[in-house]
């Protein structure tokens, strides 16, 4: 179901420094998300979502955004796409991320999305002009295997299209990386899986990898994957609860390999582990495990 709300603020400060993406504003142009990944922290209650599956569209978004931007003195990196995917297919309809770039061109923003959609090639110029100050995109990717890739993530677009979309903006000149996170215990945290995406990544133009070892899991995203272990990956539901309770931070059990692996493949192909950021921050990039 979508239906239209009516939001009071659109940019909310980040505060401190973003050792992963460089943010000073974030931005949600939509509650809720389609692409339907059984990981989502997006569910979690804390949130107060109440159906994550429901599409809240932000009807007066870019009302506030031209009232909201040029009143913000430091021009730092918007983001948007931690709590929802910004191209998910409500966009093609009501493309609120489209006219919010176009905003960021006007008012001189650099910005940083996170997606898993090929829709963003629409606006391939806007994030060519936007490129100028600095814009990067950033794809979600945490198997190469589209199989698996349909059950973990059944309303995204495969990872086989992401990285295409990878190749062809970065050949458009946008610069392009990947989020390896989270990479699911048991599940996608394999070595195999680790120098694939990396080799992938590569082929495909992507400058950056920003990995995660493990996954978080809290109250209400918990009980979403739980159920859907249950439904694809019978007997694992008991394997979390014997490793991990009720953490919140769920390492891979091979996380300091996998690391290992990781920052070994990145050397081989010469890819960048973590991004470059609009402007410098002393802060080193986190590791969550
Ligand atoms: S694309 Fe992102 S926000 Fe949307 S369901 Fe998947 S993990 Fe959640």
């Known amino acids: 179901m979508i239906k239209e709300i009516k939001a009071k603020t659109m940019l909310s400060h980040v505060p401190g420094p973003d050792g992963w993406f460089g943010l000073k504003y974030n931005m949600n142009l939509y509650r809720g998300c389609s692409h339907g990944c059984i990981y989502c922290d997006s569910r979690s209650s804390c949130y107060r979502i109440e159906n994550f599956s ?17 009143s913000k003195r430091v021009k730092g990196t918007i983001g948007t796409g931690s709590m929802n995917d910004p191209y998910q297919p409500a966009e093609k309809q009501f493309q609120l991320t489209k006219k919010s770039l176009e905003l960021m061109v006007k008012h001189g923003f650099p910005v940083h999305i996170i997606t898993k959609s090929d829709l963003v090639l629409r606006d391939v110029d806007i994030l060519r002009e936007i490129s100028k100050t600095y814009a990067a995109v950033t794809f979600t990717v945490i198997t190469t295997d589209d199989k698996l890739a349909g059950i973990i993530e059944p309303g995204a677009p495969p ?11 970065s050949r458009a000149g946008v610069y392009t990386g990947i989020t390896m996170m989270p990479l699911l215990p ?3 945290d ?5 120098k694939d995406i990396v080799r992938r990544a590569k082929d495909s133009g992507a400058k950056y990898i920003i990995p995660v070892f493990g996954m978080s899991i809290r109250t209400g995203q918990r009980e979403y994957y739980y159920q859907k272990l249950d439904e694809h990956f019978p007997g694992l539901k008991t394997k979390y609860e014997k490793n991990y309770g009720m953490r ?3 390492p891979s059990p091979d996380h300091a390999r996998l690391e290992k692996v990781f920052l070994e493949a ?10 470059e950021f609009f402007t410098p921050c002393k802060k080193e990039q986190p590791t969550l495990f």
């Open 266 to 275: 990145c050397d081989k192909n010469a890819i960048r582990p973590g991004m």
């Open 54 to 70: 429901d599409i809240l569209v932000k009807i007066n978004a870019i009302d506030l955004l031209k009232k909201e931007l040029p």
């Open 186 to 188: 048991f599940i996608t």
């Open 159 to 169: 990872p086989s299209k992401r990285l295409k979309t990878i190749e062809t903006l």
């Open 248 to 250: 919140y931070q769920c």
């Open 190 to 194: 394999t070595e195999e899986n680790v």
